[in-house]
């Protein structure tokens, strides 16, 4: 792979992920791309055959609380902010047409 990303192909690349770029930020992406791609050159170098595969750098394990079931908030103290409601349900604009 080459080292150097050339202006042509960022502005291509912006161009297709609709980015607007001016002049010097094409150059300055140019060159930090060029940089990144040359680090990446270097780590598909490493002999990595002895490295078991892993889905995170590093082992972590979520932990979460238990799920324990509490009382909900009540209906009223919900529906207090409700912009509009009819005591039981929120009421919001329509957003479909039904025809």
């Known amino acids: 792979m080459s080292d ?3 202006p042509d192909v960022v502005r291509r690349v912006a ?3 609709r980015l607007k ?3 010097p930020q094409v150059a ?3 060159n930090e791309l060029s940089k990144v791609l040359h680090y990446v050159d270097q780590l598909n170098e490493l002999d990595v055959s002895n490295v078991e595969p892993m889905a ?3 082992e972590l394990t979520n932990v ?3 799920d324990d079931p509490r009382p909900s ?3 009223e ?3 207090s902010n409700a912009p509009r409601s009819d005591g039981k349900y929120f009421l919001v604009p329509p957003i479909l047409d039904e025809k």
């Open 4 to 6: 150097e990303l050339t």
């Open 15 to 17: 161009r297709l992920s």
């Open 21 to 23: 770029l001016d002049e």
């Open 28 to 30: 300055k992406l140019a």
């Open 56 to 58: 995170h750098a590093i």
């Open 64 to 66: 979460f609380r238990a």
């Open 73 to 75: 908030l009540p209906r």
């Open 77 to 79: 103290a919900a529906l």
